[in-house]
């Protein structure tokens, strides 16, 4: 286990390349189960989690070959519709091979994900949405195993918009026969990529970014080449990186129309920011306010830049209140960040943040992806060295972090855990 070394205080300037979005990467590559041609994918993200579905669709019988950011894949035969128990704990997206399995070869047996360091993270939703497209459901022994000769078309309603639910869907519906309506759609811009992708591949989808997707099933899907979409969360970590740092940072080969709602709380915060096609810079003339933040599914405050607007609200003048509506637990960060000085109470699902003059360096444990980006953050800007430890974490969803972070002038490094130099 690697641990990263931080001696913050360093303002970042300069340029950060974003990867390709890992949450689009994921079920892009499951999708390639639908179709027997050849998928080029480029622009995915070097990140462990896509190594992980990459095995994962080598069990299956797929065949996947990375060349740097490039896949290209052959998923004309199937050696196995289960997605086993010790590689899906490792990572919950393996889920999403359930939806292309069950609608391309009419059975698929994947273990339950069970919980993680950010909720329960149930997929009831999946379950009940295939189920309405005529699928025989059934768990047993940790295992949800699901059958349907074809599945047919039909109205599904989801309680909660789910991003993986709603991919999930959207790939079955694909290959049913007749329309599929799904209501209550989760609106990320993954979802539309994903479409987008199946699209190319000969699936008729319409809707996609909006909470009404209709899906007209076909026979069969052929390849296709695609470019995933830059990462958001990734691209907005950065930001939030040279906010704390009072930097002036522009994030490259990004898209600004994915990060509205992010740009908007860091002006908020006192960031000036300059949007171009597809770079965003940001500088931190003032001092950084507190500004309250409240997650929600998409457009609105991404999850998933919680603990990185949590770090930056620890140092900012004022009280500000961060509410967490999507996931009942994300708050692994808050204890973390308490060791390194942060004033922050937890009430409920909110955070109530209470922003102090310095930060300082401690050892700290990161727990969960997007805990330990907001442990970077506040290392950035702490005085003194912070020693993050289990930084695997981080390596599920960011390429080559500490290397950006370096190019942007941060003190920096990575060691093999309990080395002492
Ligand atoms: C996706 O997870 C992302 N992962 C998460 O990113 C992200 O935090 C999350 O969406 C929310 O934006 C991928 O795309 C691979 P949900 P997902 O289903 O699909 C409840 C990261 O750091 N729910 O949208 O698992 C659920 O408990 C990861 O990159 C049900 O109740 O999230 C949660 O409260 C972390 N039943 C809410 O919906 C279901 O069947 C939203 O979850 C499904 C979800």
Redesign the pocket.
């Known amino acids: 286990m690697d641990e990263i070394l931080i001696n913050g205080g360093k303002r970042l300037c300069g340029d950060v390349r974003i990867s390709g979005a ?3 990467a ?2 892009i590559l499951a999708s390639t189960i639908l179709g027997g041609g050849e998928c080029i994918i480029t622009n995915v993200p070097r990140v462990v ?1 896509v190594l992980t579905m990459g095995k994962l669709l080598g069990i299956l019988g797929v065949k996947v070959s990375h060349e740097g950011n490039r896949a290209v894949i052959h998923a004309g035969t199937i050696e196995s519709t289960e997605a086993p128990y010790d590689l899906v704990k490792t990572m ?2 393996s ?2 091979v359930l939806g292309p399995l069950l609608a391309r070869w009419g059975e698929a047996k994947v273990s339950l994900p069970g919980g ?1 360091a ?11 949405g295939l189920a309405k497209l005529g699928a025989d459901i059934s768990i047993d022994q940790g295992y949800v195993t699901a059958k349907a000769a074809r599945l047919k078309g039909g109205r599904i309603y ?10 999930n869907l959207m790939m079955a519906a694909s290959l049913a026969e007749g329309t599929t309506v799904l209501e209550n759609a ?1 609106k ?1 811009p ?1 979802i539309v990529d994903l479409a987008d992708f199946l699209v190319k591949r000969g699936a008729r989808i319409h809707g996609a970014g909006t909470d009404v997707i209709t899906v007209e099933g076909v026979r069969e899907l052929h390849g296709g080449d695609h470019e995933v979409i830059p990462d958001r ?1 990734e691209a907005g970590t950065y930001l939030a990186a040279a906010a704390i740092t009072r930097g002036d940072v522009t994030a490259t080969h990004c898209r600004p129309n994915h990060l509205e709602a992010v740009l908007m709380k860091l002006r908020e915060a006192g960031a000036e920011i300059q949007e171009e096609k597809d770079s965003v810079r940001l500088t931190m003339p003032k001092n950084l306010r507190g500004t309250d933040v409240r997650t929600l ?2 457009p609105g405050f ?3 830049m919680q603990a990185q607007m949590a770090a930056l609200m620890s140092l900012a003048e004022g009280t500000s209140v961060v509410t967490e509506t ?3 637990s994300r708050f692994m960060h808050v204890e973390e960040l308490r060791r390194m000085g942060a004033d922050i109470r937890v009430e409920g699902n909110r955070l109530v943040v209470t922003g102090c003059k310095k930060l300082t360096g401690a050892p700290v444990m990161a727990s ?3 805990a330990s980006a907001g442990l970077i953050v506040a290392g950035l800007a702490a005085e003194g060295t912070t020693q993050i430890q289990r930084v695997y974490h981080l390596d ?2 960011y390429e080559r972090i500490e290397e950006k972070l370096g190019v942007l002038g941060a003190y920096i490094r990575r060691r093999p855990a309990g080395a002492s130099h």
């Open positions: 890992k949450n689009s994921l079920p989690d919950r997206a889920v999403l993680c950010i909720g329960s993270r149930p997929i009831n939703l999946h379950l009940a989801c309680d909660t918009p789910t991003v993986t639910g709603t991919e989760a990320e993954e969360i599914p998409f991404p999850t998933d999507v996931f009942e969960d992806l997007r599920r969803g």
